[in-house]
Each structure stands twice: as C-alpha cells, then as structure tokens.
C-alpha cells in the first residue's frame, strides 16, 4: 500500500462511523450514535434501515455472506456464515438482510464451554449486535460482532462481562467526578492497547513437529548452540522475508480499521512484536483477537507458522501481551494523566488510589485473570512479571505519595532536560518514570501497563476483573466523599486517600522482581504468590469474589462458577493433551532415531574392531553407553508420565483434577524432557523425523 492511499484504504472494510454518517439518515444515524454513546436500545425499525444499508455496503465491497462473530469461552472466535440470498418463485435471488438478522442470531449454545450452564440436550442459544464494535469485511463475509448468552440469558462469552464491567466502572467514576465538581463529564471510557508477541518458523518446520501442531509448544528438543545470550536480535534490523510479512500484515489489519503502529525483533531469535494505538477497551479487545487470526493467515502465505503460544521453546524468552490501560472522561481528560502539577491534581489523585487499591485488595482473581496452562510456564521467569503482583510507580509517583502518606504539600522536582554529552544531540525531556519490565503493573507516563497476560488468550479476563475491581474502589471513594458535609473538600480528599494509602502501600514496589530478596519480602507484606492456576482458583469462587461481581453485575453466581468449571477442564485439558504428545512424539519419533543411531554405531564399531581393534572404537562405545543410559532412563519416565496420565483421567473432582495435572503430570513431563534432550543432543539431525530447535530459530533469513 503507498503512503499516499494510506488514509484512504485504512479502515476500508469497516462499517465504521464515517460510513453510517454518509450513508444512513440522519436519524437512523443520531439513534445508532446515541445507542453506541449512552447505552440506549435500538428500535427494529431503525435496526431494519442499518441493516440494509450494511447490506448495501458489504455486497459493494464483494461480500456474499454475514456472520454473528463472537467470543465463546475457548478463547478463540466463533463465526457461522449465512448468505444474502432469498429465493425467488421465477429460480431468481434477491440478496436480502433484515433488521432481525442484524441484532440477533441463534448459535448452538451446548457445543461451547458453559461449565454446567447448558446440557447437551439445552441447545439455543441467542447472539446480540454489539452496535459500539463496528461490522466489516473479511474473507468475502460480513462480519457482526456480537456478544453471546443462553437461552436463559446467561453471558457464555467474554464479550458481555467486559461491556458490564465498562459501563460499571464509568458509572461510578462519573459519580466520584461529579462529586469533585467536575458535573460536565457523562460517561468515562477505559481504554486499552494491546502489545502482541510472536514467533515465526518456517512452515514446512512446523508441520513436521506434532508438539507445535497439537499443543502450541515444543514438548521436547534440546537447546540450540546459540540462543539469545548475545541480545543481537532486539530491535534488530528486520529480516526481509519477515519484513514482507509485517508489511503484508500492517495492510491487512489497517483495511480492518486495526491501528497497527508499531513492530520490532523481540528478545529472542525469531520473535517479533506488533503494537497498536489505543482504542476503547471493547473494540480493542475485538481488535486483537481479529489481530491473531489475521497474523496467522499472513503468515501462511508467506509459508511461515505464526506461534501465539506463551512459550513455544523451552529456554528462550516466551511471549506476552502488554495490556496498557487508561481511562478517560467523555470531555478529553485522561484520568492517569498526572499533569503539570501532580500534587494538585485531585482528580489524578483519586482514581490513582482506586488503582492502587484494586490492584491490592483484589491481587489473586487480578493474577487468575491471566493464568492458563501457558501462561504459567512464562510468568516468574527471568524474561516476564513474577507471579506475585505488586505495582511499579517510577520515583516522581513515589515521591508524590510520600507526600500524600505524610500529609505535606508535594514539591515536584520539575522536568529534567537530558543532555547526552554531545553538543549535536538535542536536548529533550525525560518521562517521570523509568521503566520496569520487571513490574506485572507498571505506570508508565499516563497509563497503568499490565503485563502478565500471556500471548495466546484474550484480553478481556484482565480488564474485566481490573475494570470491576477499580469500579468497585471507586464506589467506596463516593461513598465517603457523599457523606463529608464540610467546607474544605481538598483536605477531606487527601486524608481520605492518606488512609487510602496506608492500607494498600504494600502493593507498591519499585526494585527488581526477578530476586529472591523480593519474593522473601513480599510474603513478610503479605502478598501472594500464586505460581499456578490451581493455585489461584479457590480465589475465583471466594465470599469477596462473588460479592464484588454480583454486585456490580458483572457475573451472576452462576456465571462465576461455570466459569471456575471451565478454566479448570480447560487446564486440565491442555495438559493431558500436552501430556499424550509428548508421549508420542517420544514413543515413535525420537526412539526412532535414537535405535538408528544407535544400529548405525554399533555397525561402525563392529567394521572398525574387525579392521583395526577394540581400543580403536573407543568413540562409538562411549557414544552408546550414553545414548542406551539416556534411553533407559527415558523410557523409565515415559512409563512414569503414561501411568500418572492414566491416574489423571480417573479423578472427577475439577480442582483435584488440575493439582494433580500441575504437580504430577507436569513434574513428569519435566523428567521425560530432560532424558529426551538430553538423547536427542547425542543423535545427528539425519536421523530426527522432526526439526531440531536450531533449525526452526535460525531458519529465517
């Protein structure tokens, strides 16, 4: 795409506001815009006009069919494709599409995860336009996104927790901001931009590893010569087959409306990111996942494998997705924006706190929101946040709190120009904060960046749970400011949040969260550290838990324990089958190559003791003694790991179930992989049915 049509083409194939305004009238145009800022509901009869006119629209821009797009509880998206077409007495078509197709659709409901909400027998299920995500086209389909519930109307996605979790949290903020006096503001909008990592690999690779196929991750394979100990390859210059695909891929998210900013090398050999400008947390959230499905298709025409999984190599940097939250009022103020005088800014202020607050209170069902059998392998490594959540707010905030735990008048230091020693450089301002990328929540500028969600999984979990956690801080602050009567609200707030501050500071830290030092001191703060997701389940369902979502109905009791029912299956789940593929990749493929080795030494060594001697065949006996010790021992563990699989599929209870999956069959899987690379580093690649790890890494060029 030239420059020059960039802003034309960008967002092209998107029902977007610019195409409502042009094409529907006038007051179907205000009635939708009113239902997308305000939450109002939208009468059939303007639905009928939107309707045909998307209808228009779309055929205009090659599309045939229309889909309910949404977001069941796999974590992935769902579609279900109908055409246009109506027929006619005389063997014509009409192309239609009602009002009623647009805002509802009937999927199956008991096909999907529902964790006891839907039998099998129980099949409807209702999907419902969401008005404030706009349509667009893709593959020659209308795409609708929809939220997803059941025939009794339980949400069984993750789109409609995370709209009830918005409209919570800007009810309440408006209610705190219109107590401080700020009575213009109507609405307050969370925004989020979502960092995407990623690794590419040659297709032809990937097809060859059954690991990668099945499970997302490489189950075995011995460490490559060379890893990422050089840090050559962050912010590299960018391949040019790599380079090809991100520009194919900036092109293909930009048609979609998707604002694809930034994309660099990350930290290990072959791992990419790609970074977008900030949108509103429901379109962000439909972005990204958009986001990975196109990243994969691209990829596949430029016959590469894109890997979302958290971590698809053992011993290199695994990938995440940065989820970069703030939230503003509906009259341009950013409400993390500390601004030119911090310690005046009561606005500021306030909703920092409530940030801090939630962040504490609310720390284990924050970490559960991210947890995942993937994710659990990357979180606490020396290359992503530790497990224990805790909050970075750089020195300036640090300083600024100080002044608000001690009840005195901050003085702010003022900008500090940097200058770099050399006359040509330019001088320019540096941030208020460092970075931490140590910190799981870091303050990064105006904006809160929480880092712990893994690559593969929505986004929606976190901000649900961060949205309604903030919301429900927010709530108490208005109490409190509801029930002051005097004369000095200033003084009233700043004690307010002292006390604020005096309950929730041990959530603050600012040091290295790699060390063992910190892990000692934050459980003397009392902080967990909830390295699993069994670990952190039990939080899900607490007293606290269920009173804070029903509360602000973000989830009905029902709704939170089928979802405590399906991340447990889902854990679960995703072991066993990493557990069956490794035994298989094991069983056949490596002891394949290990007995041809080993056939094709013994034949060397037997050759050389008969033209020359024993003592000539010191290196091939030595060889097979390992390879025979790294295949006992191998085969001794991968009945280990078979025989605990067995025990693991008997067990019913869904938390015993996955403990058992995370301390045993883990724990086994461990054992099985350090025998088999350990062989596997023995073995030659000729004799390998599957690409080595230095293969797939380095491969691009």
């Known amino acids: 795409m030239e420059a020059s049509k960039l802003t034309e083409e960008f967002g092209c194939l998107v029902f977007n506001d610019k195409v409502m305004r042009e094409r529907l009238p006038k007051d179907t145009y205000k009635a939708v815009h009113k239902t997308i800022e305000k939450g109002t509901h939208l009468e059939l009869d303007v639905a009928n006009c939107v309707a045909a006119t998307m209808k228009e629209w779309a055929i205009e821009n090659g599309a045939t069919h229309f889909t309910h797009w949404f977001q069941p509880m796999t974590g992935l998206t769902a579609e ?63 795409y609708i996104p929809t939220a997803f519930c059941s025939y009794g109307g ?67 394979g011995a460490p490559a010569t060379k890893g990422q100990e050089m840090e050559d390859h962050y912010f590299g210059v960018i391949k040019p087959k790599v380079s090809a695909y991100m520009h194919d891929l900036d092109e293909e998210l930009w048609r979609l409306g998707i604002p694809a900013k930034t994309k660099h090398n990350e930290v290990a050999p072959s791992q990419h990111e790609l970074a977008p400008v900030f949108e509103t947390a429901n379109i962000a959230v439909d972005h990204n ?35 970069n939250w703030s939230v503003c009022t509906d009259t341009g103020l950013n409400l993390l924006d500390p601004g030119k005088n911090p310690g005046e800014n009561i606005p500021f202020l306030v909703f920092l706190m409530a940030v801090i607050a939630a962040v504490d209170e609310y720390a284990p069902i924050l970490r559960l929101s991210v947890a995942s059998a993937g994710n659990d392998h990357r979180l606490g490594g020396n290359e992503a946040p530790p497990a224990i959540v805790s909050i970075f707010v750089g020195d300036e905030l640090a300083d ?15 900008k500090v120009q940097m200058a770099m020693g050399a006359t040509v450089l330019p001088h320019f301002t540096k941030d208020n904060t460092d970075r931490n990328r140590t910190s799981p929540f870091a303050f990064t500028g105006n904006k809160f960046e929480f880092r712990m969600p893994g690559s593969a999984v929505s986004v929606a979990n976190a901000n649900i749970v961060l949205n309604t956690a903030v919301a429900e801080e927010l709530t108490r602050i208005y109490e409190k400011l509801e029930s002051y009567k005097g004369d000095d609200q200033k003084a009233f707030v700043l004690s307010m949040l002292q006390d604020i501050l005096s309950k929730h500071k041990r959530v603050l830290f600012n040091g290295n969260g790699y060390t063992e030092r910190w892990v000692e001191e934050a459980t003397k703060r009392g902080l967990l550290n909830l390295k699993s997701l069994p670990d952190a389940m039990p939080y899900w369902i607490k007293e606290e838990s269920v009173e804070l979502f029903t509360k602000h109905h973000i989830f009905t009791k029902e709704e939170l324990y089928s979802r405590y029912e399906i991340l447990l299956e889902n854990y679960a789940k995703s072991i066993h089958i990493e557990s069956l593929t490794m035994q ?58 078979a025989g605990d699989t067995q025990l693991a599929e008997q067990k019913e209870d869904g938390l015993e179930t996955a403990q058992f999956y995370q301390q045993t069959i883990l724990a086994d899987m461990d054992v099985l992989r350090k025998y088999a690379d350990e062989a596997e580093a023995l073995i030659p690649e000729k004799y390998l049915s599957y690409p080595t790890y230095g293969q797939m890494l380095f491969s691009l060029r």
């Not at 197709?101 to 995860?113: I, T």
């Not at 600024?400 to 003022?414: D, F, H």
Request: charged letters at 25%; aromatic letters at 8%; one cysteine or more.
């Open 584 to 641: 298989e990749m094991v069983r056949k493929d490596l002891t394949e190559g290990l007995i041809a080795y080993q056939n094709d030494l013994s034949h060397e060594a037997m050759q050389k003791k008969q033209l020359l001697s024993a003592s000539a065949c010191t290196m091939e006996l030595s060889l097979l003694e390992k390879l025979d010790a790294a295949g006992t021992a191998m085969q001794e563990a991968l009945e280990k790991l």
């Open 289 to 323: 996942q958009l986001t990975m499905e196109v990243m994969k298709k691209v990829a596949d025409k430029h016959n590469f494998a894109c890997l979302l999984h958290e971590k698809p190599f053992e011993g290199i940097n695994g990938s995440g997705k940065h989820n």
């Open 154 to 220: 339980e949400a069984l996605d993750k789109k409609t927790p995370l709209l009830r979790s918005m409209e919570a949290l800007s009810q309440e903020a408006v209610k705190v901001l219109h107590a401080l006096g700020y009575k213009d503001v109507q609405r307050v909008n969370t925004t989020i931009g979502s960092e995407q990592e990623y690794f590419l690999i040659d297709k032809e690779y990937y097809k060859k590893r059954k690991d990668l196929l099945f499970t997302g991750r490489t189950l075995i």
């Open 400 to 414: 600024l709190l100080k002044s608000v735990e001690e009840g005195q008048a901050y003085q702010s230091a003022g």
């Open 80 to 142: 279900k494709h109908d055409s246009f077409i109506s027929p006619c007495e005389n063997g014509t078509i009409i192309m239609e599409f009602s009002g009623k197709e647009l805002v509802k659709g009937e999927p199956d409901a008991s096909s999907f995860p529902s964790g006891g909400l839907r039998a099998t027998f129980e099949a409807r299920g209702y999907t419902a336009w969401d008005p404030s995500s706009p349509a667009f086209i893709k593959d020659g389909s209308l």
